[in-house]
């Protein structure tokens, strides 16, 4: 990584915080998963260490089980940009596991100054301070390097936290995944306390979350290698774990599913082909009406209501979008 007269991508991130003009806050993206809390806290101990006190905010309401739990294992806390009462356009932000202009990060009213993500670059993700690393498979992966680069053990907590967040956005080291992902979660995983992970493994689904995929698998159709199905619910973590699941079977190679609600579609897109990538498939399917992006494996995407053709079925235009990019490669 580059270094400023030998200083770390941390001690840069702290100099610049210091120049806040009032408070710093930690924004993930709107539905926060297990990698972005993690990442989120991790920064959060490190940036203290140097002296510099953050609060971390999002947009909408936490949904998975998992997420819930690690709040309550790991001792992290985190609100509601609206409840955070002393919110202004004078506070300083720093994006975490996410990007400016993209679909699933609300743009608040403070100054993003800085932001550490994993996601493909977009347009508009440049900041005074960038840690844009596409190659990796969670951002908890770069928190984690941050820990060891500058010689700073670890909390259980924390490091079991940042374990948890690599292990679920590469899925247990199978989707998308670099030697920098492998070699920090073992790092980390001696730090950790086995049973904190074991508990969050055991708890990701709520018995709603079960019926819901009861219904969604209903609606599931198959189509080549590729796999369709809608899930009626506004919950975009479950959308995606879902999707993960159509993706599993035998004869699908490419999933994409959608929620339609009051706002508009909402889109997840797997892929295990190289030459299919789930970035190019989304910015297909909603090219011209919506936004979309990701990485190869993994991506997703948003069409607002008003951009919807009302002479088009919802469900029969992603089908029919997925399947001309797909005979088109």
Request: glycine content about 8%.
């Amino acid at each position: 990584m580059d270094r400023k007269g030998g200083q770390t991508r941390l001690d840069e991130l702290a100099e610049l915080l210091r120049g806040a003009p009032d408070e710093v806050f930690l924004q993930p993206h709107n539905v926060p998963d297990p990698d972005a809390i993690a990442s989120c806290a991790g920064l959060q101990y490190l940036l203290a260490l140097r002296g510099i006190e953050t609060k971390i905010v999002y947009d909408r309401e936490l949904e998975k089980a998992d997420a819930l739990l690690m709040l309550k294992l790991f001792g992290i806390d985190m609100v509601p940009a609206g409840r955070a009462d002393t919110l202004d356009e004078r506070d300083w932000a720093v994006l975490v596991d996410c990007q400016r202009g993209s679909s699933n990060v609300t743009d608040l009213i403070t100054e993003e100054v800085a932001v550490i993500d994993h996601h493909e670059i977009g347009r508009d993700a440049s900041c005074r301070f960038s840690e844009l690393r596409p190659e990796l498979g969670a951002c908890s992966t770069i928190i984690a390097s941050w820990f060891f680069e500058n010689g700073i053990e670890p909390p259980s907590a924390l490091a079991g936290a940042l374990v948890f967040g690599i292990m679920k956005d590469t899925d247990n080291l199978t989707r998308g995944v670099a030697d920098l992902d492998v070699g920090m979660l073992y790092r980390l995983f001696r730090y950790s306390d086995p049973a904190a992970i074991r508990e969050l493994n055991g708890s990701q689904l709520t018995k709603e979350d079960l019926l819901r995929y009861a219904e969604a698998f209903k609606t599931v159709e198959t189509y080549g290698d590729l796999g369709f199905m809608r899930l009626d619910c506004p919950d975009d973590s479950l959308l995606g774990s879902a999707n993960d699941i159509v993706l599993s079977l035998d004869t699908v190679r490419v999933s994409v599913s959608w929620s339609v609600r009051g706002a508009g579609i909402k889109l997840s897109v797997r892929s295990e082909l190289a030459e299919a990538p789930a970035s190019d498939a989304v910015r297909s399917i909603v090219s011209g009406l919506g936004v979309g992006g990701g990485h190869a494996h993994m991506a997703g995407g948003f069409i607002p209501a008003d951009r919807i053709p009302r002479d088009r079925d919802p469900d029969l235009l992603i089908r029919h979008r997925a399947i001309m990019w797909r005979e088109s490669l």
